[in-house]
T-cell receptor, first 114, second 113 residues
Framework: KAGVTQTPRYLIKTRGQQVTLSCSPI?????VSWYQQTPGQGLQFLFE???????NKGNFPGRFSGRQFSNSRSEMNVSTLELGDSALYLC?????????????FGQGTRLTVV | GNSVTQMEGPVTLSEEAFLTINCTYT??????LFWYVQYPGEGLQLLLK?????DKGSNKGFEATYRKETTSFHLEKGSVQVSDSAVYFC????????????FGTGTRLTVIP
């Protein structure tokens, strides 16, 4: 079956702009989580959506937001981009996100802010 | 709070050498523990997991035991191969699920023939 698909794979944006990243989970998976990966901070949890509702949230400013559609596809949006937002953004899907369910990761979207 | 401290890398080993990557954690409650692997150009893949104290997770010759008394989950493999070269991440989930993971900084392993 198809894996987790993230689009686009690469993005270059200018400071102050906004960006939207997309994640299509594995068919049947209802939980989608987003992570930011940087050399300095490592992998950090952004938020998780389940059945179109944000269920968990990490410690990121309000410029980072997300949503989930009825088909479980998810988008994350970053407004007023800063240089420090340059990172690999990873999406993970799981059946329910609860105990004994495995997270499957996409290949990520590499965002460069110039 | 929740956090994972992972052995700094990079680690370079010869083929068939013994591997240990140390991981310790701080958590409230009873977390589940995971090891993920990231091969070049790919996303993270679950390598193994343990959901309660004294559980041993194992996969592809890798093992890790959930030690509550030492808050550790060290990754071991008896004989590494060149194909094991990758970045390894230790992670914990406070809820036990896969939806809110706290990761260590990752350890890059290079295995030379």
């Amino acid at each position: 079956k198809a894996g987790v698909t993230q689009t686009p794979r690469y993005l270059i944006k200018t400071r102050g702009q906004q960006v939207t990243l997309s994640c299509s989970p594995i068919s049947g998976h209802r939980s989608v989580s987003w992570y930011q990966q940087t050399p300095g901070q490592g992998l950090q949890f952004l938020f998780e959506y389940f059945s179109e509702t944000q269920r968990n949230k990490g410690n990121f400013p309000g410029r980072f937001s997300g949503r989930q559609f009825s088909n479980s596809r998810s988008e994350m949006n970053v407004s007023t981009l800063e240089l420090g937002d340059s990172a690999l953004y990873l999406c993970a899907s799981s059946l329910t996100g609860t105990a004994n369910t495995e997270a499957f990761f996409g290949q990520g979207t590499r965002l460069t802010v110039v | 709070g929740n956090s994972v401290t992972q052995m700094e890398g990079p680690v370079t080993l010869s083929e068939e050498a013994f591997l240990t990557i140390n991981c310790t954690y701080t958590a409230t409650g009873y977390p589940s523990l995971f090891w993920y692997v990231q091969y070049p150009g790919e996303g993270l893949q679950l390598l193994l997991k343990a959901t309660k104290a004294d559980d041993k997770g194992s996969n592809k010759g890798f093992e890790a035991t959930y030690r509550k008394e030492t808050t550790s989950f060290h990754l071991e493999k008896g004989s590494v191969q060149v194909s094991d070269s990758a970045v390894y991440f230790c992670a914990l989930s406070p809820s036990g699920g896969a939806n809110n993971l706290f990761f260590g900084t990752g350890t890059r392993l290079t295995v030379i023939p």
